[in-house]
């Protein structure tokens, strides 16, 4: 499952859980529309990341706190602490030895 | 043994595959990222004969699950090497195939400078429609002279607080309607024959070295750098095989390469329009030469 996050929620969400990886995504974008599919396969075969995904449209406080400038940027965090960014279309694999790493 | 292996999965590459599953032909179509090509990135295809709007994305999934229904083999890996006697291998795989088609498409053209691959997504894009919205009020510069590049320039005023337009010469390849409207905008400026030689930033993005046609240099403070100035095709593969034109496009009459069997589709191909409607067209095109080569009847007859 693929929780939908918020400005309000983001940061409970990363410190309560020990591995996140959140995806910043827009309704309008293409290749956001492309990789969430991939981010859903991943979420039913890791239990043991929390994946979430936030509109970056409705939550300005997220986009500035991260930087956002593009999308889809994922957000890799664990034990609270952002430890690697990924910005564009990513492949299942690619985004497997990432969450390798966490 | 397939029948038929496409290289590419944009919709050039999923055309080919589309008249190629119909004809019941063993096709495998091989993907390096993504499919649907450059075409994911197009907000709304306004231009296609019989549908009056479409968002890429849909255009391209509808294509792709269409193909996947006829049972085409997709697999995504780099082909990294091609042979006249038609293997294609990756760095896991050898395929043999009785036909190639080759649908590798274009890519951004880079400016080359040092950093634009680190701040890609952070300040320097190549993508206005994808990207603008984060540039909200901000300073921005788009880089070019061609359609691609005007339109950005024009689509970024909604969005930044000021655009400018960084052209090395001083006549735009564009067309004239848009250079009218951008010459009504208030909060765009026109540099040109100006190059960008150097990016500024730590994190991301703050700013350009420009350099004009006397040599001098000086600086210009912008969060973002749109990217425009043109398409690489993506065909060095091929090059000990098949003939390149000057720009590096795979050169070709009506699809035909100088290998028998080995056609060439889409974007990648040297021809006077690339549009989505010349890359459907091209890969219905060689679909039909390859199932041709095979010996057999093209669907619809």
């Known amino acids: 499952m693929v929780n939908e996050i918020s400005d309000q929620n983001i940061e409970s969400m990363i410190h309560d859980n020990d591995e996140v990886v959140i995806d910043c995504y827009a309704e309008w974008c293409g290749p956001c529309r492309m990789l969430s599919p991939i981010i859903e396969e991943l979420a039913s075969e890791n239990k043991r990341v929390t994946f979430c ?24 965090f ?4 952002l430890i690697n960014i990924t910005i564009g279309l990513k492949s299942k694999e690619e985004i497997k030895e990432l969450l390798k790493a966490l | 043994m397939y029948d038929a292996i496409v290289i590419g999965a944009g919709p050039a590459g999923l055309t080919s595959a589309l008249y190629l599953g119909r004809a019941n032909k063993k096709v495998l179509v091989l993907e390096a990222k993504n499919y649907g090509g450059q ?32 049972g085409v083999d997709i697999i995504y890996e780099e082909v990294i090497k091609i042979t006249k006697d038609k293997e294609v291998m990756t760095r896991n795989h050898t395929w043999k195939s009785k036909t190639i088609i080759i649908a590798t498409g274009t890519t951004n053209r880079k400016l080359n400078l040092e950093g634009e691959d680190r701040f890609l997504g952070k300040g320097i894009s190549y993508c206005a429609t ?39 010469r001083d006549t735009f390849r564009g067309e004239d309607r848009y250079l009218e409207e951008i010459k009504d905008k208030h909060n765009i400026e026109i540099i040109v024959n100006t190059n960008i030689i150097g990016l500024e930033g730590e994190q991301s993005l703050k700013g350009l070295i420009l350099k004009d046609q006397s040599g001098k240099t000086h600086h ?7 990217i425009a100035i043109g398409q690489d095709p993506q065909s060095t593969l091929f090059k000990d095989i098949l ?48 199932i041709k080569e095979m010996g057999d009847e093209v669907d619809g007859k």
């Open chain 1, 53 to 76: 995904k936030i509109n970056i449209d409705e939550n300005e406080e997220t986009v500035s706190k991260y930087e956002i400038m593009s999308i889809p940027t994922l957000l890799f």
């Open chain 1, 78 to 81: 664990s034990h609270g602490k």
């Open chain 2, 39 to 70: 075409i994911i990135n197009a907000y709304n295809i306004e231009n296609y004969p019989g549908i009056k709007k479409i968002n890429g994305y849909d255009f391209a999934t509808n294509l792709y699950e269409q193909v996947e229904s006829l």
């Open chain 2, 130 to 168: 994808c990207d603008g919205a984060f540039f909200k009020g901000k300073e921005v510069a788009v880089c070019g002279g061609g359609n691609t590049a005007l339109e950005d320039a024009l689509y970024l005023t909604n969005i930044a607080s000021k655009v400018y337009l960084i052209h090395r």
């Open chain 2, 220 to 226: 210009l403070d912008v969060q973002g750098l749109f």
């Open chain 2, 243 to 290: 003939d390149m034109d000057a720009n590096g496009y795979v050169q070709s009459a009506d699809c035909l390469t100088k290998v028998s069997g080995i056609y060439v589709a889409g974007d990648v191909r040297s021809k006077e329009l690339r549009q989505l409607t010349t890359a459907i067209s091209d890969g219905s095109i060689c679909a039909n030469m390859a």
